[in-house]
């Protein structure tokens, strides 16, 4: 059974351009989840999609947006890329089958803005 | 809200030795817990869990408990091994509570030094 994947696995952006991050769930898993894990911050919560709706939002600036697909699948969308916005973007994926406890995280994307 | 706290790391210890990780938390709810661990490089992987009170989660040698009255969930193991060396992260969820999303401590790395 394939993980969670995540497109990019690195990518560079000039401050001020706008990039999107993809993610595709575990087959079956209908709930996805976005974290940022900047340097010294830990894994902060940025958005939760659960039957293409968006469930729950952390505290970051609406240039953090995304949207779920009707297969599931998500992007994060962050608008006018700012330094610290440099990051590993990790992905999460949940199902009812595991009674929305088994959380699985894909290998994250690197962004790094300059 | 929901939070949790992790001792501060870094942690060195010796080939063998036991390893102990204070986790505690707060929650409005009843939550579910977790020990997540990142190897240098990759993304999160689910160590153990817990779902309720006095369940004992384990796995590869660690394990923990979910001690409703002291609201913690320490991560032992009785004799570390160089391959151990990565960071823990403590996370809850709190569904009951309508929060699905993870809500993880800052994480503590491991060194473990033949």
Known sequence: ?114 | GDSVTQMEGPVTLSEEAFLTINCTYTATGYPSLFWYVQYPGEGLQLLLKATKADDKGSNKGFEATYRKETTSFHLEKGSVQVSDSAVYFCALSDAGAGSYQLTFGKGTKLSVIP
């Open chain 1, 1 to 114: 059974e394939a993980g969670v994947t995540q497109s990019p696995t690195h990518l560079i952006k000039t401050r001020g351009q706008q990039v999107t991050l993809r993610c595709s769930p575990i087959s079956g898993h209908t709930s996805v989840y976005w974290y940022q894990q900047a340097l010294g911050l830990g894994l902060q919560f940025l958005l939760w999609y659960d039957e293409g709706e968006e469930r729950n939002r952390g505290n970051f600036p609406p240039r953090f947006s995304g949207r779920q697909f009707p297969n599931y699948s998500s992007e994060l969308n962050v608008n006018a890329l700012e330094l610290e916005d440099s990051a590993l973007y990790l992905c999460a994926s949940s199902g009812e089958s595991e009674g929305n406890y088994g959380y699985t995280f894909g290998s994250g994307t690197r962004l790094t803005v300059v």
